[in-house]
């Protein structure tokens, strides 16, 4: 079976390391589009499985953005 970007999206960030970070620029990149840092972020957003760090998931200049669970962002 040929997995989804969203799935491939969502594996690469389960394996992200404590303590450790990837901009939406990088995640797109491993699962096979550089230029997909939007849908990243769509994919990010709409996760609620726990077990799928999504806040280790930043921006390019490091912030976090929109974040579904956890501080608010204004």
Request: hydrophobic letters at 30%; glycine letters at 6%; one cysteine or more.
């Amino acid at each position: 079976m040929t997995k989804t970007f969203s799935d491939k999206v969502r594996d690469i960030v389960r394996k992200i390391p404590k303590s450790k970070t990837m901009t939406y620029k990088e995640v797109a990149s491993k699962a096979g589009n550089p230029k997909a840092a939007r849908a990243v972020g769509t994919v990010m957003r709409s996760n609620y499985d726990p077990s799928i760090p999504c806040h280790r998931v930043v921006a390019s200049d490091g912030k976090i953005r929109g974040y579904n669970r956890g501080a608010r962002i204004r």
